[in-house]
DNA sequence: CGGCATCCGGGATGATACTG
DNA sequence: CAGTATCATCCCGGATGCCG
């Protein structure tokens, strides 16, 4: 068998890059996982969570995840007002696929920082 | 028990972030995939199995994976020059969480795509 | 007070053309 | 073939101000 099969059952581009700017955007990866792992919560309590994430690209991540459908936003008409975000169950079937990752950081983290350490060519930062 | 247990668990900031900037960056999961899948492969093949790159960033990107060690980059000094990039044994630990990640975008693209047209708030697009 | 919009600067990215 | 050089553009981040 020629190897013209092997690579026509992989050429089509990455399957999961357009999955990847949805879930791996910046910040939608940390507000995710604090929506995953703490509950439901408010703006600024996420705010918290998420540190060094500005109030306005804190609110259009929210925008783009909640258009994904990955959050639900429930506005209260309250004094003061009151939004909560919400992890929906679509975003929850993520859970796995973070931990595994989370696992595979935990592993392979430290091999990372040595070859960026040994590395003494021209991105050498 | 108070949910603070819980919570001081997962107060750290979202764990795998740091990877996710390394792995999932721009073009970064395309050119993994492609030198995964496929094999070692000279720099314009990667032009073609990496559709839209410029040639630019994919000179950017490749040189942050190697410095992260995730790729190596051979130059054979040849007429003409004859460069080849291939994906480490640590790139290839990855394989795994990308078919997992894989099949959950087989299973839940559709809902993304379901909720994006379903969307009608500020980000409308 | 909390959530969101606007103006501006900087760094990453993209398009096009050129070189060892 | 394997990249650079240059310029245009976009997204992110900081500061400021509005509005319920």
Not at 43 to 72: A, C, H, S, Y
Request: charged residues 25%; glycine residues 4%.
């Amino acid at each position: 068998m020629t190897d013209s099969l092997e690579v026509n059952s992989t050429t089509g581009p990455c399957p999961i890059s357009p999955m990847v700017s949805v879930i791996f955007g910046r910040w939608a990866t940390e507000v995710l996982w604090a929506l995953l792992h703490a509950g439901a919560m408010r703006f600024t309590e996420l705010r918290r969570r998420v540190p060094d994430v500005t109030p306005k690209v804190l609110t259009q991540r929210l925008r783009q995840l909640e258009r994904d459908g990955l959050i639900t936003r429930t506005y209260h008409r309250e004094v003061p007002p009151r939004v909560v975000y919400e992890a929906t169950a679509l975003a929850r079937t993520l859970i796995p696929h973070f931990a595994g990752l989370e696992r595979w950081t935990r592993e392979h983290a430290r091999d990372i920082d040595v070859a960026r350490r040994a590395y003494a060519g021209p991105l050498a930062s």
